[in-house]
């Protein structure tokens, strides 16, 4: 990407002077779609967009994109500690918070991401720098220490709309395993499990909301 680089590094720059600071964000990846061909084409099964460049995203929650990253395998941006403790999937995240101005890097906003992202490092990690975080997180990522029932165990003895939470009290991490069309798990520091409500939601068991 180095013919782009210097547009992509205006565009950011100027992204991150500009944005407008909210107290809610968004972490995630976004595909480019492309059919040519490129050493940073990725494949990206199940996706909608299966085909293109993939670009980790931070959004604000007025869709303002605040920062963004192109993937090309080894990242000349790359920060071995981020990416060690990490994974080289989050490890943008963390550079695109250290590129936050000083004013906006002080403000308490929180973080949403989903599984591919979520697990206990970073969520601490966060919290220790007076960050929230919110995020999906994969069982096999959730210690001992949140004593939770495994997914078939839990979808066949709960009903849909059921939960369970469980609270690391050391990193004061909580977990909550809830039944939908499918069983999720999120893990957050900052959001609890009440109050609860009723919504509608349309169940591909019984074919109805």
Known sequence: MWKLRPL???LRANFI??????????FDESMVKYFGRHPSKQFIRGKPIRFGYKVSCLNSESEYLV???VYQ????????????GFGKCAAPLMNMIDDFSP???KLP????FDNLFTGFNIL??????????????????????CPLPAKNTF??????GDFIPAIDKEDGIIVTKWLDNNVVSVASICHGVNSTAQVKRFSQKEGRT
Request: aromatic share 12%; glycine share 4%; hydrophobic share 20%.
């Open 17 to 26: 002077k500009n944005v407008i600071p909210e107290e809610h964000l968004n």
């Open 103 to 105: 004013d906006v890097s």
């Open 67 to 69: 920062n963004f990253d």
């Open 8 to 10: 992509m590094n205006y």
């Open 155 to 160: 979808s066949k003895s709960q009903k849909r």
């Open 73 to 84: 395998g080894k990242n000349p941006k790359g920060n071995a500690f981020y990416e060690n």
């Open 124 to 145: 601490h990690y966060l919290k220790q720098h007076d960050y929230d975080a919110t995020g999906t997180i994969r069982d096999n990522r959730i210690p001992k220490s």
């Open 109 to 112: 906003l929180k973080f949403y």
